[in-house]
Every structure is written in structure tokens, then in C-alpha cells.
């Protein structure tokens, strides 16, 4: 068996493949909607994130917070995003998604694992089976690697 490549690599290879894919339909998305990658950046982590302050956008996409209040007078300018006052200091304005985009987000989610469906088709159903089961496993741990802030430089535990 020591002609098996080891997971980390094959997990590597699937990498690869799966960003150059991913990556290749949702450029062409961004493109059409004429954003660029830094605008789609920040939108996602209002998605995923929800509201936050024009210097957390600026950090988060490694911009000056002059450079990123001009994208976001941008963003809102088509719509996309929108300034919120805080309750307490209404000085302090946070950021979030309006629903067009929201609405956008969803749609770039979607042409990125629109592949998905092809790839499947490749695949048998006991194959379609091992491959999602698998993939629950990783998803699972990769979820909980995300939780843990003590696992940080530890041995791989091959006892799970």
C-alpha cells in the first residue's frame, strides 16, 4: 500500500481542480456583472459575516480605509450594499447586503457549483455514495478545525 498517495495530497489535487473550475465560471459571472474580485470579497463576507464597519471591510480585503470607503460608495452607488446607522452612535455606520444584493451573491453561489451537477453525472451511484459520505466526514472536521482555536500546530490524531 505505500504506492497510495497520502489524503493531504489527494486532498491537494481536488484543490486545485476544484478552485481552477470554480474559480474559472464565477470570474466569468463577476465579469458580466462588471465587479471586481475585491467587491465580490466584501459582499461575501457581508454574506456570510453580516453587517460591519467600513475599516473591518478595508482590513478584511487588505485595503486602506480611504480605498475601501471608495468601493463601498461604489457598491452602494449600484445598489448592492447599503450604509446602516448604528442604534447607539449614529456616527458609525455599518454596512450590509440589500436584497438585489443578496439576491447577486446567491447567484455567483449558484454558477460556481452549477459544475457540480455535471461532475455528479460522472460518477455511479455507489460512487456518488462513497464520495458524499466521504465528503460529510471532511466537511464535518474542517467545520470543527474552524471552532477549535487550540488545534492550532498540533499532530494530526489518526485515533478518530
Do not use: Y
Amino acid at each position: 500500500m505505500s504506492s497510495e498517495k497520502p489524503l493531504s495530497e489527494i486532498l491537494g489535487e481536488w484543490t486545485e481542480v476544484f478552485m481552477h473550475r470554480s474559480f474559472r465560471e464565477f470570474k466569468s459571472f463577476m465579469d458580466e456583472e462588471g465587479l471586481s474580485p475585491t467587491q465580490v470579497n466584501t459582499m461575501m463576507r457581508l454574506h456570510h459575516r453580516g453587517p460591519s464597519g467600513v475599516s473591518d471591510i478595508g482590513e478584511f480585503t487588505g485595503v486602506t480605509n480611504p480605498a475601501a470607503s471608495q468601493m463601498v460608495d461604489r457598491l452602494v452607488q449600484m445598489g448592492l450594499i447599503q450604509r446602516i446607522e448604528s442604534a447607539n452612535d449614529r456616527r458609525f455606520k455599518q454596512l450590509s447586503l440589500t436584497e438585489k444584493g443578496e439576491e447577486l451573491v446567491l447567484r455567483g453561489i449558484k454558477v460556481r457549483r452549477r459544475w457540480f451537477e455535471d461532475l455528479t453525472c460522472e460518477l455511479s451511484a455507489d460512487q456518488q455514495k462513497i464520495v458524499a459520505e466521504g465528503l460529510q466526514i471532511l466537511t464535518n472536521a474542517a467545520r470543527q478545525l474552524d471552532s477549535d482555536t487550540v488545534k492550532h500546530g498540533m499532530d494530526c490524531k489518526h485515533d478518530h
